[in-house]
């Protein structure tokens, strides 16, 4: 959940300064009422208006340079890896262990889409795509500089 702005934040403590309950104060601004009430008291104990500082959380072990250095490298040399394989690759070279869905979340922070590729054949129970290849038809160029060489 984001922190309300800080024009909220003021509009909030002006209402209850002209005498206003709490629940008439989340009602107008369309927040809960504890929501208003601990901006409120934030501002009557410590007269300050901002959020909290961020309560902790782990710190990054890679910056994003990093990030997006390690994860191309990888993406270049298998573009169409899962995210565990990727996560797995990413502990063997930098020593960084993370899960499959932090992986997913620095891809899409860094701007990488996650398509596979069209080489597997349609699937039998289910239409995927209109525009899947048909049974028989020949695999697009992709597909053929990614077969095993005899």
């Not at 922190?3 to 003021?10: D, N, Q, Y």
């Amino acid at each position: 959940m984001e922190a309300f702005s800080m024009a909220v934040r003021r509009r909030i403590i002006e209402l209850f300064q002209r005498g206003l309950e709490g629940d008439d104060v989340a009602e107008i601004m369309a927040c809960s009422p504890a929501a208003a009430r601990r901006i409120w008291q934030r501002y009557r104990e410590e007269g300050l208006i901002g959020p909290r500082p961020h309560g902790g959380g782990h710190t990054p072990k890679l910056t994003d340079e990093q990030k997006k250095q390690v994860l191309g490298e990888l993406i270049a040399q298998k573009p169409d890896a899962f995210c565990r394989e990727l996560a797995d690759d990413l502990h063997t070279r930098t020593g960084v262990r993370v899960c499959r869905q932090t992986i997913g979340t620095w891809l899409a922070e860094l701007g990488y889409t996650r398509k596979k590729s069209r080489c597997v054949p349609p699937s039998r129970s289910v239409r995927t795509s209109r525009h899947s290849a048909m049974p028989g038809s020949t695999p697009s160029p992709a597909c053929a500089t990614a077969t095993i060489p005899a």
